[in-house]
């Protein structure tokens, strides 16, 4: 196993989406200065995908597969694993990363593993002479080159403790926790750390104390060595037997955790599922001394570590051991988008306006009424569409007649050609989207788009003062038909419905009527030419809703004057239409109707030679 195992050009592959944990990791590598990203690939075994992130100022993409041995292969210079699997998955996944080529460090978060395979696993990685950091860690950090994971907490704990650069501290611990705190009392009392580990909490972990000592003892940009060992186990004690056999020379500042269990029942764990003295050799105050006679640095408690540590640095330097590395100024990671907003540090000019409802709140708003109001009220489609398109709360009578409007504009039957055009697409197998589509398409000037132009017409000519006869003589100096006026089938002698039943309402339900009076007064003449020029059923939407926004108080002038212009009472024809074509396009598919080809017999072929 070589000593150094991280460099600045070391490429990980992180086992778990682990979104949060990628991101930090980058952000520690834009302070280093690193050149290339820190993560190479990431194993999510739902999906093969790439997923973004940030790099600095810039975005990255990082690319997701569903298997560890697809992304080494894909990425051969990657060398690290840093395995999120759960404790139940993290055997088999890390065994994966210990016997995929190329991979030398394995780190496993999960806490909580099977002894029986913790132990197979520190064996295996020995025979492979491979290096594993966990079960149940943080991880680690070489400073100025590569973090692992969520080591050393946030970015300015980070820059704070000058991890953004090394210095010539090799450090080693159990604990993450402790780790974070002592990779500070460092940075505040020589020139920094060069290496940290946290080998984890469990009884049995992949690497030991003594592994990494033995590595900084090898390396020689470590000047002195850092550790923390806790109560229980006899780790330290082998730590021990080399400094008895001068495998150790730099200096070792250490100190083993956990001297209060003597105030305490023997038997009681602390925190870590290895920090249990079942013997006298096992318990800290025991360590410490046996430590000490070796010829660690032990200070007399944890409150006189950071003194030991500044004062073997300052030997250190004054013999010539250490030059203090430089100061670097790290540069700001700029801070999330959404972080800072939700923090109040910032603000954004939006992009959009919406006034009509609101998503946002913890109950859905149309128009700044909430949802369970409007159903609590029975307001209904007419209400929904008077708080969606009008922001009014319409009265009872207005609600009605837009829902009486829906229902009579729903279909027309097969032949007209927005349904022709829907059946027709739904036939060719294409998705309902597409065949609703095709047949909204067909509707304008000359199908269903009258509503607009009569509702405008006809309400211009009665605020003019027109004369029926003047309106009917104006439209055909223009040569323009009437919008709204003119049925294909049916007359006087054979009334639409549709229209009667219009009628019928308005008359029931509306104060004035004197848009719908004028109409029928246009129709007297027009019929008198051709009897199946009638006020159509568009007409009467049309003339009609012009009525009800007079019969409203909810409607200024000039509030009326733009929901005709907004093109509303299209809109109105396109919602109701909707409902017919997509009944069309589901009996279509319900039959199992085939392709359709336009037969010959409705074909003219003339040659216009």
Known sequence: MKNELFTKDTTAIIYGNQQKAVQRMLDFDYVCGRKIPSVAAIIDPGKNSVQKFFFGKGEILIPSFVSLEVAAKKFPKADVVINFSSFRSAFKSSMEALNTKGINTVVIIAEGMPERRAREIAATAKKLDKMVIGPATVGGIKAGCFKIANTAGTIDNIVASKLNRPGSVGFVSKSGGLSNECYNIIARNTDGLYEGIAIGG??????????????????????????????????????????????????????????????????????????????????????????????????????????????????????????????????????????????????????????????????????????????????????????????????????????????????????????????????????????????????????????????????????????????????????????????????????????????????????????????????????QKKANLILNVDGCIGVCFVDLLKNCKEFSAEEANQVIELGCLNALFVLARSIGLFGHIFDQKRLKQGLYRVPYEDIAYLSDN
């Open 202 to 527: 469990d009884a049995f972990p992949g690497s030991t104390l003594l592994d990494h000592i033995l590595r900084y003892e090898n390396i020689k940009e470590v000047k002195m060595i850092a550790s923390l060992g806790e109560i229980g186990g006899t780790e330290e004690l082998k730590i021990v037997e080399a400094l008895k056999a001068g495998k150790i020379k730099k200096p070792l500042i250490i100190w083993v955790t956990g001297t209060c269990a003597k105030m305490f029942p023997s038997g009681v764990q602390f925190g870590h599922a290895g920090a249990k003295a079942d013997n006298s050799l096992e318990t800290a105050s025991a360590k410490n001394e046996a430590l000490r006679k070796a010829g660690a640095l032990v200070p007399t408690s944890f409150d006189d570590y950071d003194k030991l540590v500044k004062k073997t640095y300052e030997t250190l330097v004054k013999k010539g051991v250490i030059k203090p590395a430089a100061e670097v100024k790290a540069p700001a990671v700029p801070e999330d988008f959404a972080t800072a907003l939700k923090a109040g540090k910032v603000r954004k000019a939006t992009s959009f306006i919406c006034t009509i409802s609101n998503d946002k709140k913890e109950e859905l708003e149309y128009n700044n009424i909430k949802i369970t109001k409007v159903i609590k009220d029975e307001m209904g489609i007419g209400g929904v569409i008077g708080l969606l398109w009008f922001k009014k709360q319409l009265p009872k009578f207005a609600r009605q007649y837009l829902e009486l409007a829906l229902m009579l504009c729903a279909d027309h039957g097969p032949a007209v050609s927005g349904a022709h055009n829907a059946i027709v697409t739904a036939r060719a197998g294409k998705d309902i989207i597409s065949a609703l589509v095709s047949g909204l398409l067909t509707i304008g000037p000359r199908f269903g788009g009258a509503i607009d132009g009569a509702a405008q017409n006809f309400k211009r000519a009665v605020e003019a003062g027109l004369t029926p006869e003047q309106f009917v003589k104006e439209m055909k100096a223009k040569n323009v038909p009437i919008p709204g006026i003119g049925h294909k089938v049916k007359s006087l002698t054979n009334p639409d419905m549709r229209v009667s039943l219009l009628k019928d309402f308005v008359r029931k339900n509306f104060k004035i009527t004197p848009t719908l009076d004028f109409a029928l007064a246009v129709e007297q003449l027009t019929t």
